[in-house]
């Protein structure tokens, strides 16, 4: 069965750090990019990272650019967001999803992860 499982997400105050794990399993994520995205209550949902698994070419949303950094550990078939300096803005559910291109735009990516709670809050 092939699955997309992301994990990690809590309730940390601000200015904590968190890290959320994208694991594949029933296939490699070699051939593939990974997005993150996250969608807060009431908003649409918004692309924050991507990373190439094979060359790991990344890009991130001005929103988290210097704040978030994305990562793969190919021996794990799995993909990181590392998430620090949080502020009570980035509450939302975060996914990640597969395409073959490096963008932030949900409408290119066909395959969802299941997304996983992030709070932030004192």
């Known amino acids: 069965q092939l699955q997309l499982v992301a994990s990690g997400g809590g309730l940390v105050q601000p200015g904590g750090s968190l890290r959320l794990s994208c694991e594949a399993s029933g296939f490699s994520l070699e051939p593939y990019v990974i997005g993150w995205f996250r969608q807060a209550p009431g908003k649409e949902r918004e692309g924050l990272s991507c990373?190439?698994?094979?060359?790991?070419?990344?890009d991130y949303a001005d929103s988290v650019k210097g704040r978030f950094s994305v990562s793969r550990d190919k021996s794990k078939n799995t993909v990181y967001l590392q998430m620090n300096r949080l502020e009570p803005e980035d509450t939302a559910v975060y996914y990640c999803a597969l395409n073959d291109a490096c963008t932030l735009n949900i409408w290119d990516y066909d395959y969802w992860g299941q997304g996983t709670q992030v709070t932030v809050s004192s």
């Open positions: 990373i190439v698994s094979s060359d790991a070419t990344t």
